[in-house]
């Protein structure tokens, strides 16, 4: 007979914080379907319950924060990490042309409501499939706007379990990038916007959609766009020039509809999709001497 195996203490103590799970397979998480098991999976009712949780974690115990899993790719073997859903911090308010959004806030339902509330200036986020806390990690963005145009402060909470507040201009947000303190979490961010008709805000939505489903495989699952545009030209004109359109590796298959996409066909795993990766990457590099970059969140090791 098997011995039962005894639970932590910290592992006890967030297991009434939130919900705990043991090797949770990732693909459940992210959009691209892929990923092999999380060692510990936590998901905090609240802000406070993921601020005691962390600083009961070991600190030699990495902690990884998790949005709507729109941007990452994690390797079959899994991450030996404490991946932390932060699905429930999901505050919104609105104080005249200032809005305070949890991290786990939809970008999407963020859209929606700042529509209703006559604010414009994050419009197309009703077009990305993200967290408010993944969106500030990536600086989201699409047709010509970003969340550091309107974004003012952030809440984050470091690996120490203290909380800070921090200027957006400290966080050296450029094209796709931050630079959040090591193992920080965004707790909170504070936008200001601007007034507009609520019938215009919705309608300028309205079109950015309509111009993604009509350019973007968005019925299979995959991760938007894999790689950052090199300065001055785009990913997707690169790699249909290198003729890869169509390409399929495994279960994963660069998009007909859209290069810069690499799609799920049902089967692929994360090795499929990082062959691919690799092999856009050195054709690129080989007819156009471009390094292309990846978007996607490579997270965990990759041998
Ligand atoms: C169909 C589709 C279309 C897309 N279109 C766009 C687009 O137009 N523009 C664009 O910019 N992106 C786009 N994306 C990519 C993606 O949606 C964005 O990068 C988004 O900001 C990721 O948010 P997330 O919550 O899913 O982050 P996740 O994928 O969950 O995480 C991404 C990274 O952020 C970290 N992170 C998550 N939450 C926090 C937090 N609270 N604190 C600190 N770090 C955190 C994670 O650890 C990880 O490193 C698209 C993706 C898809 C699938």
Not at 21 to 40: C, D, K, N, Y
Not at 52 to 75: E, F, K, Q, Y
Not at 269 to 276: E, P, R
Request: glycine residues 10%; neutral net charge; charged residues 25%.
């Amino acid at each position: 007979m098997s011995a039962l195996r005894q639970k932590t203490p910290w592992q006890i103590a967030l297991g009434e914080l939130g919900a705990l799970r043991e090797q949770e397979p990732m693909s459940r998480h992210t959009t691209l379907a892929v990923g092999g098991p999380a060692r510990w999976f936590f998901r905090p009712t609240d802000r406070q319950a993921l601020l005691t949780a962390v600083s009961l974690c070991p600190p030699d115990l990495s902690i990884l924060p998790l949005g709507r899993g729109s941007n990452m790719l994690i390797p079959d073997g899994g991450l030996d990490s404490l991946v932390v859903d932060l699905s429930d911090l999901n505050e919104l308010t609105f104080d005249g042309y200032n809005v305070r959004a949890g991290a786990g806030v939809r970008m999407s339902r963020f859209a929606r409501l700042c529509a209703e509330h006559g604010l414009s200036g994050c419009e197309f986020l009703a077009t990305v499939p993200g967290s408010i806390g993944g969106g500030v990690m990536m600086n989201a963005g699409a047709f010509a706007q970003q969340l550091s145009d309107t974004l003012v402060t952030v809440e984050v909470l470091m690996r120490s379990g203290e909380v800070r507040e921090m200027k957006a201009v400290e966080l050296g947000m450029s094209y796709r990038h931050s630079q959040l303190p090591e193992q920080s979490i965004v707790l909170v961010a504070e936008f200001v916007l601007h007034p507009d008709h609520p019938d215009h805000v919705r309608e300028r939505m309205r079109t950015m959609r309509r111009r993604r489903s009509a350019t973007q495989p968005l019925t299979l699952p995959n991760c938007g766009s894999v790689f950052k545009n090199p300065p001055g030209d785009h990913a997707a004109r690169l790699i249909e020039a290198a003729g890869l359109k169509g390409l399929a590796i495994g279960g994963a298959r660069i998009s007909e509809q859209h290069a810069n996409f690499i799609v799920n066909e049902g089967e692929a795993s994360s090795a499929d999709i990082v062959a691919l990766i690799g092999r856009i990457r050195r054709e690129v590099k080989e007819r156009f001497d471009i390094e292309l970059e990846p978007e996607v969140r490579m997270l965990g090791e990759w041998l």
